[in-house]
């Protein structure tokens, strides 16, 4: 299963949206930022990870799981950064693609080194908007069909009862 990492503050502070609730309500942009980040793991399938710099945070090592992703607060004096480069040497195999979400560039080349894939937070976003427009389009087009199936299901029916109206059924 492929993994991806989320560098959390660095997306939240790179995508308008979030950047923007961040001055305002940090809870509620990480909030955010973990809810668009579950669409995308039940879409994609990934397994995700993102994790919260709590360097400053006396004795905070925090993990916990919210719709399927997991969250990790980082432990005091550990960076998101050093965080992620110790995550992604514990899940790096030969059957793993481990991904990495950030817009720091200095560590998309740290991990990049580390044999990660790099993914740069515009990435993501594009992505997640993608992935939302998918999803828009994959629900309209189910609608269609369960109306279809259920025109052709009374049509069916209709028929049967014709065919047993007239005594042949």
């Known amino acids: 299963m492929d993994v991806l990492l989320v560098d959390g503050y660095?997306?939240?502070g790179y995508w308008d949206e979030l950047k923007s609730l961040r001055d305002?309500?940090?809870?509620?942009?990480?909030?955010?930022?973990?809810?668009k980040m579950a669409e995308?793991?039940?879409?994609?399938?990934?397994?995700v990870i993102i994790v919260f710099d709590a360097y400053e945070v006396k004795g905070?090592?925090?993990?916990?799981?919210?719709?399927?992703?997991?969250?990790?607060?980082?432990?005091?004096?550990?960076?998101?950064?050093?965080?992620?480069?110790?995550?992604?040497?514990e899940l790096k195999n030969v059957k793993t693609k481990v991904y990495v979400a950030t817009s720091d560039y200095t560590e998309q080349r740290t991990i990049f080194q580390q044999g990660a894939y790099r993914k740069s937070a515009r990435e993501l976003a594009i992505e997640v908007d993608q992935i939302k427009k998918e999803i828009s389009n994959?629900?309209?087009?189910?609608?269609?069909?369960?109306?279809?199936?259920?025109?052709?299901?009374?049509?069916?029916?209709?028929?049967?009862f014709e065919k047993m109206r007239r005594g042949r059924g």
């Not at 305002?24 to 809810?35: F, G, K, N």
């Not at 995308?40 to 397994?47: K, S």
């Not at 905070?60 to 995550?87: G, M, P």
């Not at 369960?146 to 209709?158: F, T």
């Open 10 to 12: 660095n997306i939240i």
């Open 24 to 35: 305002t309500d940090l809870d509620q942009a990480r909030q955010l930022l973990i809810e």
């Open 40 to 47: 995308y793991q039940a879409y994609r399938g990934h397994r």
């Open 60 to 89: 905070l090592e925090a993990k916990e799981n919210q719709f399927n992703i997991e969250v990790i607060y980082t432990k005091e004096k550990e960076t998101a950064d050093q965080c992620i480069e110790r995550l992604v040497k």
């Open 138 to 160: 994959d629900l309209r087009t189910f609608e269609k069909q369960k109306q279809g199936r259920s025109l052709v299901i009374k049509q069916e029916i209709l028929e049967q």
